[in-house]
């Protein structure tokens, strides 16, 4: 009887691909998309710093960073994995109140941010993460946006703690999917956003002048009626024992001022007001 | 919530003391307001 072997032999090509010397990439002539992607990151967003573990994937983003946008603002900074570079990006809002951007490959590198990722997510905290994904631009029409917020296949264990997924096909609709991704994570309240870059369109050269509009118009916070807002300041006012509890509100400095001063307002001669956390 | 621990104001050890006691309860970005009342059990 024939017994199955415990491992597959490799075939043909894979062996190839382990073996063989690599080809020479061929020559862009003229700018790279990916350019245009680090101009249109920059001048409309407040992004100081790039986290990423360098990929072969997103390596014309990456050359792009250094050699056009000159490294700065946003510099990279390299992490030896990827939960640490969103890590990075988290804690760095915590401290200054912007939003980062962290890079990684589509699959493996997702898959190994996917715990800070929920962490960020858990603590409210902004960020956009730029993945590869597989070249579409011969299966897309030119300048098609795709957005999708549904989960299902082999990357839903992170995108289900992402505020949306947004894949921009075309290097004139890459400002308007990061403005996009910009506004879902800076909107209270705040959370991780997915980004697909798509991985062909990084080399290709700009084949189109495109113009960048600079600045993003900032989201209006959500607001509490205002009925319901002075019912609730009576109550607190005229109350001898309040106690309020704070939870996610005093995330940031605005969030304690205004706790603060709901406490202040409570708080009278021999009436001491207490709170929680 | 990013408040020190040993400042004055925070009463979280003491929070379910107070709720018992308080006329009025105003919860800012609660995500279980009703968390805050139950006991901790610190042996688990």
Sequence with gaps: ?277 | MNMPNTHYLNQTASAQNLIRNADVIMGLECRDFLEHGQPVDRQR
């Excluded at chain 1, 890079?103 to 902004?126: E, I, K, Q």
């Excluded at chain 1, 369109?201 to 509490?224: E, N």
Aim: net charge positive; proline share 7%; with cysteine.
């Design chain 1, 1 to 277: 009887m024939k017994r199955l072997p415990a491992a597959v032999e490799p075939m043909a090509h894979q062996v190839a691909t382990e073996t063989a010397v690599p080809k020479e990439m061929p020559h862009l002539v003229g700018k790279p998309n990916s350019d245009f992607m680090v101009e249109a990151s920059s001048s409309r967003s407040n992004i100081d710093y790039v986290y990423s573990n360098p990929a072969s994937s997103f390596r014309g983003l990456h050359e792009s960073l250094i050699n056009y946008g000159k490294n700065s603002k946003p510099e990279f900074i390299t992490c030896m994995h990827e939960e640490s570079s969103v890590a990075m990006a988290h804690g760095y809002f915590k401290a200054t109140g912007k939003p980062q951007l962290m890079l990684c490959h589509g699959t493996v590198g997702l898959m190994h941010a996917t715990m800070a990722v929920y962490n960020a997510w858990a603590d409210r905290v902004p960020l956009i993460n730029d993945r590869r994904q597989r070249s579409r631009c011969r299966q897309a029409p030119a300048g098609r946006a795709d957005l999708s917020l549904g989960a299902g296949h082999r990357r839903a264990g992170a995108r289900l703690h992402q505020v949306g997924r947004h894949a921009g096909v075309g290097a004139s609709t890459f400002a308007q999917s990061f403005v996009r991704a910009y506004r879902y994570a800076m909107t209270p309240p705040y959370g991780p956003v997915l980004l697909s870059l798509d991985a062909g369109l990084q080399d290709a050269p700009v084949t189109m002048g495109i113009s960048i509009s600079r600045g993003t118009s900032p989201r209006r916070r959500p607001h509490a009626d205002l009925n319901a807002l002075r019912e609730a300041a009576t109550l607190l006012v005229a109350a001898e024992n309040p106690v309020i509890v704070v939870d996610k509100m005093a995330r940031t400095r605005g969030g304690r001022e205004v706790a603060r001063a709901a406490r202040r307002a409570a708080a009278g001669p021999g009436r001491p007001t207490s709170w929680a956390a």
